[in-house]
């Protein structure tokens, strides 16, 4: 249930409801926009009709119930958007976030090569995997914590972000000892244990949409992070399983639009994943960002054909570079008004 007080509520009328919500058996959640404050009453066993007759307390405009299942990630809860805060990077505000960086990291040379390169090109935060969750068990499983050294090294040197996979509960300390976000893969996106766990920091989540996971098991896989204490998350669609053979997996742009509907968190794509061909990583990235993504997130490579994972999908540096100009063409002529669409007039010459 939402709680919306009114405009003209007092300080002391939202501390009210917010000590009711909690006698009622509910947990509140209370965020206060430029004009008003929402309270939601979210948990499991609160006695209902007590919010309910919060309609009568002062200051109170109305008491609703919140339609969907994930209730702090809901819109209605929450009608402005989020922007999470990852060292000086701001994901979800104005501006599109390029992350970027190699599947995995392999060595020193690798990896601060590559960050050197991707914030020249216009990158404002680095990826590199750690932990790795391969398919089959003889593949590489990642350096591990030399990674993680390897990775706070290259932020030193380039004052990028770090972003890397946490796998396990058991790792949690140790990498939020190095990195400045954890990334949640696709795998495991409904390893509750590690949901939980991960709510307990503070430090921000992406979390990656299961290949097989619906918009709103995704939704309800931030709201283990969001109800457990956690508010900095964000979400990440990295294609899923459909029939399609050509590509790796699907990206589901609709997705990304949705998500943005229905959740006030921020959306990033993966193309790279999402696709897992080079010369489609662009047109999508182009196409992400028409649908409102508040970022990407890319694999790229000094020599893709050496890479220890992902090789075929990683873009060389060059071809990183040119599509970081491509993302500003025409999108941006065209969203800043310089450039008008002319659906009418192609249609009008048919
Ligand atoms: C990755 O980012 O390298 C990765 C393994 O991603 P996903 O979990 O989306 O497969
Ligand atoms: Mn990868």
Partial sequence: MIVNMSETATEQEIQHVIDRVREAGFQPHTTRGATKTIIAAVGAGGRRHEIESLQAAPGVENVVAIAQPYKLVSRQTKPHRTVVHVGDVAIGGPEVVVIAGPCSVETREQILATAHAVKDAGASMLRGGAYKPRTSPYEFQGLGEEALKLLAEAREATGL???????????VDLIAEYADMFQVGARNMQNFALLRRLATTNKPVLLKRGPSATVKEWLLAAEYLLSGGNPNVVLCERGIKTFETETRNTLDLAAIALARELSHLPVVADPSHGTGKPVLIPPMSR???ACGADGLIIEVHPCPERAWSDGPQSLTIDAFRAMMKSLTEPLRRV????????????????
């Fill in 335 to 350: 969203a800043s008004g310089i450039e008008t669409i002319r659906l009418g007039q192609a249609a009008s010459a048919d």
């Fill in 161 to 171: 972000p770090v972003v890397t996979e946490v796998m396990g509960t058991e790792d």
């Fill in 287 to 289: 196409a992400a960002i």
